[in-house]
């Protein structure tokens, strides 16, 4: 999943894109065409094959914990297909590594409309959040919240620079450059679910709020001591135009229109059960018609 950005990956998130493979990748099968330039890939029959990161929860890991690992479990048991993963930290690099080489066949937890691939309709519709310890009584709820000048806030981060992450972006434009610590969502690999390292500043009381990634927050809220709060970041689009909240999708290759169209079946087919597992994993959901925003 790719964290929610201002450029490339404008929506997971998670995350950058990332690099490390951790198991060699098999070659590409491909198919011979009339044009030098064009490139097939052939997707097997009875396969699902799938592209994701083995160290990213709530996400997806090499053990099968994540929310995208469960959907995925849906979505081949209605093929009809066994799983077979394709695993690579999700760094720069990431897709031309593997969907786009032909190894696997569909990344699940993509922006809607993402560039470098052809993307279903979305599945979920997430929003950044406030999270904070319950006992420190943060109570903002809005990014024009006047108190924010006085807290130490957390940020992910996706560069060196701070300009491709809206909550880095939207505070600094506010004039808070002192007062934010940022957390690379690269983290340390060799630890478990790197991206979870700002959470853990929260609940050890180094910040007094983090403006994380609903997901990343609501999963990681249930698993923790302290009580948290998670409050949806407002406003929802921040001006001349910064989005905060995002529809996510699943993403096949650009020439795959007929797998994509398969897989939107199914995600219309088992909505309820999709849902559940959401829900199941903390995953706070934006209500596009209302407006709103809940936390499971």
Sequence with gaps: MYLPSLKRLSVIGIVA??????????????VETTSPVVQQFVKPSGVLRVCADPNNLPFS?????????????????????????????????????????????????VPSGFEMALTTAPYYRSSYVFLSRQD???????????????????????????????????????????????FTVYGDYAQPNPPARIVDAVVKGEIDVAIVWGPLAGYFAKKVTAPLVIVPVNPQIDQPFMPFVFDIAMGVRRDDQQFRDQLEQIIVKHKKEIDQILADYGVPRVDEKKGASSVS
Excluded at 144 to 157: A, F, R, S, T, Y
């Design 17 to 30: 894109l990332l690099v490390a493979c951790s198991r060699s990748a098999p070659q590409p099968q491909k």
């Design 61 to 109: 890991n090499q053990k099968g914990e994540g929310f995208e690992n469960k959907i995925a479990e849906v979505l081949a048991r209605d093929l009809g297909d066994r799983i077979e993963y394709t695993w690579w930290a999700q760094r720069r690099g990431f897709i031309r590594n593997t969907l786009r080489s032909g190894v696997c066949d569909l990344v699940l937890g």
């Design 136 to 182: 420190r009584r943060v109570d903002v709820t809005s990014l024009d919240d006047p108190k924010l000048h006085n807290l130490i806030i957390g940020v992910q981060i996706i560069g060196d620079d701070f300009s491709n992450s809206p909550p880095a972006h939207a505070l600094t434009s506010r004039k808070m450059v002192s007062n934010i610590r940022g």
